[in-house]
T-cell receptor, first 113, second 112 residues
Framework: QQQVKQSPQSLIVQKGGISIINCAYE??????FPWYQQFPGKGPALLIA?????SEKKEGRFTISFNKSAKQFSLHIMDSQPGDSATYFC????????????FGTGTRLQVTL | DSGVTQTPKHLITATGQRVTLRCSPR?????VYWYQQSLDQGLQFLIQ???????AKGNILERFSAQQFPDLHSELNLSSLELGDSALYFC???????????FGPGTRLTVL
């Protein structure tokens, strides 16, 4: 059962553009939503995270928008750069006793010059 | 660099064999998680340990086992290996439940 659905599977954006990746979840018990960035041959690196009581969180060029009623959240990368080319994973977590991460399927982002 | 270390970086072995993957968490982190990343299954949670005790299990095969030692490092043991076990295996650590998880560089396992 895919508890976190992520789209698109791949994304090509021009340098300076906005990259948008969307995720939707089913389990309303999830209470923490991190995003990870993964470069080829590397482990996932924590990028930014949000809790459902906040509708938006911004860190530098990265912004998470969260819609609790729709059970959806998205990552916006402003002024996308070639160095942002990587695979992005959204994740969801139930903090507390079962704190495993449930990951989306990933989005491969390519930022072109 | 997340501060989580994993060894070995690469492992090539044959079907039916047994291997051990090692993980050292970040200094101060008590919780260790193991994840498997494959092309068809994505990133899947395997098992979690907290301060030496098993806390949660995911889709971990019976052929796989893990433990966390008193010094908090963890080992993932994979036995009777099959071709389908070829994947990247990541270890992550966090201070406590619900804390941010930081991933290691992974071990790439190839079963021939």
């Amino acid at each position: 059962q895919q508890q976190v659905k992520q789209s698109p599977q791949s994304l090509i954006v021009q340098k300076g553009g906005i990259s948008i990746i969307n995720c939707a979840y089913e389990n309303t018990a999830f209470d923490y939503f991190p995003w990870y960035q993964q470069f080829p041959g590397k482990g996932p690196a924590l990028l930014i995270a949000i809790r459902p009581d906040v509708s938006e969180k911004k860190e530098g060029r990265f912004t998470i928008s969260f819609n609790k009623s729709a059970k959806q959240f998205s990552l916006h990368i402003m002024d996308s750069q070639p160095g942002d080319s990587a695979t992005y994973f959204c994740a969801a977590q139930i903090t507390g006793t079962a704190s495993k991460l449930t990951f989306g399927t990933g989005t491969r982002l390519q930022v072109t010059l | 660099d997340s501060g989580v270390t994993q060894t070995p970086k690469h492992l090539i072995t044959a079907t039916g064999q047994r291997v051990t993957l090692r993980c050292s968490p970040r200094s101060g982190d008590l919780s260790v998680y193991w994840y498997q990343q494959s092309l068809d299954q994505g990133l899947q949670f395997l098992i979690q340990y907290y301060n030496g005790e098993e806390r949660a299990k995911g889709n971990i095969l019976e052929r796989f086992s893990a433990q966390q030692f008193p010094d908090l490092h963890s080992e993932l043991n994979l036995s009777s290996l099959e071709l389908g076990d070829s994947a990247l295996y990541f270890c992550a650590s966090s201070v406590a439940f619900g804390s941010l998880q930081f991933f290691g560089p992974g071990t790439r396992l190839t079963v021939l």
